[in-house]
């Protein structure tokens, strides 16, 4: 019996958040299509991540797509700057951080939407989140906003159907404990996913990262146990 | 002595339109970052094409980012179908061809975007055309206004500076014939361009698919004679 659900490409990381995000497109009864983009990461870690948060929410298919975009340099995550360490929350509100990637999640939406497309998929999914976001400003609403108006105006989907392509963003307005709160409800194993930018060989978390950082902080404010092996 | 000039990205496919966008590009006095997307093209001849009219109009740079659109399919430039032949002008104006490649400029803006970041650059040429254009929709006017709205939301830059990112078309209003009299006015070698999208394995144009006939009727029109060695 064919798949009747119709079909969402849900942008994943094998962070927190994305893994979060694919547990609403299940929950919103899509079929997903999860797609990761290797972009140059200095771990894999991520990927594998990635792949095992694909296969315990029931994606039914992954593709990891490379694109190195360590070709352009400009960042912590892709190029060789110091990840900064034991930051607090002021300092990470006050600017944009080296780990920011250039154009990543404009990047990632075009390639989404792309994938989108020819699955015949007028729905993206986006674990991007405004609240302990880090600074980054592919993150916020309008951003997302501009993003769906794009989409509607840049494919023969979007004229044939008269613009009916949605990014989701559902962890937009959320704070890092509502999303492991969210998560969990939605039955996230949040012990297969990855947020350190910094991890150690055996692929223990630095738990001093800006991401290490907010993931401890989101799990003590959710008042549930983190699963995460940090060294720290 | 450095190069003062401002930085600009300027999207190079090797074809006519985006030969004649890097010659404006020099005409506004920017110094030329070209970049070419390998996005699993059929044939080398595009990619080629590129490195000779970099060289040709002083590009200072030329970066080639491999990138397997393939991996999605969906296109008559990227998966195993035929490409049309032997089109009337009316029979492309009537919808968009299965030659469209799902996204393509929203990526390859999104890439640009990502290297202008890098490069402290707020100036991205794109040679896409809403005139002759082949019914694709991420060639007209209000895609590219929508794309530069989006980019001053989502970079460092944009927010930064205040949304100072600019996605220059030159050739958007204009019909092939007026493209090819502003590259010849502005010195670009049009023998040197590559537009068939079924070329013989010696490199020459089919003289029928869609992007010949546009190319052949564009030069009669401009009174001007197609260096483009034809197989018919």
């Known amino acids: 019996m064919a798949d009747q659900r119709r079909p969402a490409v849900v942008l994943l990381s094998g962070g927190l958040d994305s893994a979060t995000a694919l547990a609403v497109a299940r929950r919103d009864g899509f079929r997903r299509h999860a797609l990761t983009i290797a972009y ?15 296969a315990q929410l029931g994606a039914i298919e992954h593709r990891v797509v490379p694109l190195d ?22 300092a990470m509100a006050a600017g944009i951080p080296v780990t920011y990637v250039p154009a990543r999640n404009t990047v990632f939406l075009a390639l989404a939407l792309a994938w989108a497309e020819t699955l015949e998929s007028y729905d993206i999914y986006l674990g991007v989140n405004a609240i302990d976001y880090s600074g980054y400003p592919d993150c916020r609403p309008e951003f997302i906003a501009a993003f769906e108006q794009l989409a509607n105006l840049a494919t023969k989907a979007g004229v044939e159907r008269r613009g009916q392509f949605q990014v989701h963003a559902p962890l937009v ?10 998560g969990i409800s939605l039955g996230v194993d949040y012990s297969l996913t990855h947020s350190c930018y910094d991890p150690a060989p055996d692929g223990a978390a630095c738990g001093r990262c800006d991401s290490c950082f907010l993931r401890r902080a989101g799990f003590a404010a959710a008042g549930v146990s983190d699963p995460t092996r940090y060294n720290q």
Chains 1, 2 share one sequence.
């Open 173 to 182: 307005h959320l704070a890092k404990a509502d999303i492991i709160r969210l």
């Open 69 to 90: 975009l360590r070709a352009f340099g400009g960042s912590a995550l892709t190029a060789d700057l110091d990840v900064p360490k034991d930051r607090s929350a002021e």
């Open 40 to 54: 140059g990461q200095r771990h894999a870690a991520e990927l594998e991540a990635a792949r095992r948060v694909a």
